[in-house]
Nanobody
């Protein structure tokens, strides 16, 4: 079974940056599209970004477009989320998730497609 472990969260001031990592074990990430989701207190979990198997296609929610960048290093079995210009409204628990697919060039925004989830990492943006 694929296991995902997020790291890199923490407390940062508005305007600051963090890089989240999602390290996989159990299977190679070559077979999976990967997504980042977040959940703030009292709110539903929402999609932030995703990346296709090939890494050639990405998606970003409007709220993070231009500030966040998703990338993957299949050799290291790791996916990253670089978060710049952070805002207090970015405060949430961030989860990475994966689903196995044969399609190289698409990643899904649909939470229901993702079968494997990490435990989450807390990101707090506050002065």
């Amino acid at each position: 079974q694929l296991q995902l472990v997020e790291s890199g969260g923490g407390l940062v001031q508005p305007g600051g940056s963090l890089r989240l990592s999602c390290a996989a074990s159990g299977f190679t990430l070559d077979y999976y599209a990967i997504g980042w989701f977040r959940q703030a207190p009292g709110k539903e979990r929402e999609g932030v970004s995703c990346i296709s198997k090939s890494g050639g296609s990405t998606y970003y929610a409007d709220s993070v477009k231009g500030r966040f960048t998703i990338s993957r290093d299949n050799a290291k079995n790791t996916v990253y989320l670089q978060m710049n210009s952070l805002k207090p409204e970015d405060t949430a628990i961030y989860y990475c998730a994966a689903y196995r697919t044969t399609i190289q060039t698409i990643c899904s925004r649909s939470r229901g497609l993702y079968d494997d989830w990490g435990q989450g990492t807390q990101v707090t943006v506050s002065s």
